[in-house]
């Protein structure tokens, strides 16, 4: 489409020429050498909060990948089994002689919590359980959902808010109302949901943005930076408020988020500039480029006015959030020793590895994506086209040559 080609050259621009002046910046400081010299074949990142770590490290783009270990209490009510030796991946417990084995990793998946966390579009069990004070522990893959703005990781999974209904604050009411003529109440159905988790994921990046303004504060970084992450901020603010005006008009009821699922009522907070460096990298250089390039992607292809100018606006705006991780990344180089550029350089290869990975959970042709859903396969393309002619581009003009993606990724991103 001619206006997401023109969109995605215009911020591969942008995105390289904030990355040549934080190169410069970061020479003028005295700390270029040290970042080219110890970036290049850095390995591995420092894991940290927000979950690093996984596939790669993370997927970065559509969707990002975290591996963790998951525990569960065991035995559970019900699970029964006097006399088990614990089995594979059961150790049995005291003597061995009363407790269960732990059950099977493919039995495993109904115990693992936030299965149905909005945040999440895939779990994968990896290994079988071992049993440890009470616990059975298994080794398990995230994927969060979707490219809608920056995720909220914690521990390694993307969290969200429920569904509520009811919820009209959370309707943008300057958006016109979507065209349903011509929608099937299959197709309304599919569009409404998919439009909710959107709008819960925009809600989810609220919270990222705070965070992030508060791990600035913590690394002592420079007040234009903090002052743009408090903008983006309300600009996510926005973005939900789009999504469930959308949500709402295809569901004929106000939807909307309900209560932030922060884990034990806390927030954690990193004052690790590699660690807030790396987090950076993978929801904002990757996850927020792309998000902008699919937002693009989804606004050219769609022909319901209404969608177009929510899907517009979010491109432009996640763009510019883009900038912002970009601008935060750099400063960050120029400012932090070999150990942030490390960091910063394995959270690019790691991501880059990994390629275009995308899970949709409704999308096709005709009447879903002119309201803004296409097929898997398009927004696909189009990341890993922006992989390539974007974020790539500009990682190398920040740190200098980047691996070339394996053959069997570049695979898998083109043919899903």
């Known amino acids: ?36 010299k110890e970036g290049q074949g850095g390995q591995g990142g ?22 963790v270990t998951e525990c569960f209490a065991w035995p559970q009510e019900g699970s029964g089994g006097a006399g088990g030796s614990g089995g594979a991946g059961g150790a049995g417990g005291a003597g ?11 039995d495993a998946l109904m115990h693992v919590e936030g299965m149905s966390d909005p945040g999440i579009c895939g779990v994968v069990v990896n290994t079988e359980g071992t049993f440890d004070d009470g616990q059975c522990c298994y080794e398990v893959t995230y994927e969060s959902c979707g490219a809608a ?12 808010a429920s569904r509520a209904r009811g919820r009209s604050t959370w309707m943008e009411s300057a958006l016109p109302a979507p065209d349903l003529a011509g929608l099937s109440p299959d197709e309304r159905a599919l569009l409404a949901a998919a439009w909710t988790r959107d709008g819960l994921l925009e809600h989810a990046s609220i919270a990222s943005f705070g965070r992030f303004a508060l791990e600035l504060l913590a690394v002592g970084a420079p007040a234009d930076l903090v002052a743009r992450t408090h903008e983006a901020a309300l600009d996510e603010v926005r973005h939900a408020r789009l999504a469930f005006a959308l949500a709402s ?58 969608v177009r100018e929510a899907l517009a606006a979010i491109a432009e705006d996640e763009a510019r959030h883009a900038e912002l991780a970009w601008r935060a990344v750099a400063w960050a180089l120029g400012s932090g020793d070999a150990a942030v550029a490390r960091s910063v350089r394995a959270a690019f290869v790691e991501a880059l590895a990994v390629g275009a990975s995308f899970e949709v959970q409704v999308g096709g042709a005709g009447a879903l994506e002119a309201h803004g859903r296409p097929e898997a396969a398009v927004l696909r393309a189009s990341m890993t086209r922006a992989l390539d002619e974007v ?12 691996p070339a993606p394996a053959r069997e990724g570049r695979e898998r991103a083109e043919h899903g």
């Open 249 to 306: 008009a295809y569901a004929g009821e106000p939807l909307g988020p309900g209560a932030f699922p922060f884990v034990g009522g806390n927030l954690s907070v990193s004052a690790d500039l590699a660690d807030v460096a790396a987090r950076a990298v993978r929801e904002g250089c990757i996850g927020e480029t792309l998000a902008s390039l699919v937002a693009a992607e989804q606004a050219a292809r769609a022909t319901d006015p209404a």
């Open 1 to 36: 489409m001619d206006r997401s080609f023109h969109f995605r050259r215009r911020l591969a621009a942008q995105l390289l020429g904030v990355a040549l002046a934080g190169m410069s910046a970061a020479a003028v400081a005295g700390c270029g050498s040290d970042v080219e």
């Open 149 to 160: 703005g920056r995720p909220f990781l914690v521990e390694g999974r993307a969290r969200a």
């Open 46 to 67: 420092q894991g940290g909060q927000g979950g690093q770590g996984g596939l790669g490290g993370s997927g970065g783009q559509g969707s990002f990948f975290n591996t």
């Open 391 to 402: 974020v790539r581009p500009a990682a190398e003009a920040l740190l200098g040559s980047l």
């Open 96 to 106: 061995g002689s009363m407790v269960p084995p732990c059950p099977p990793k493919g």
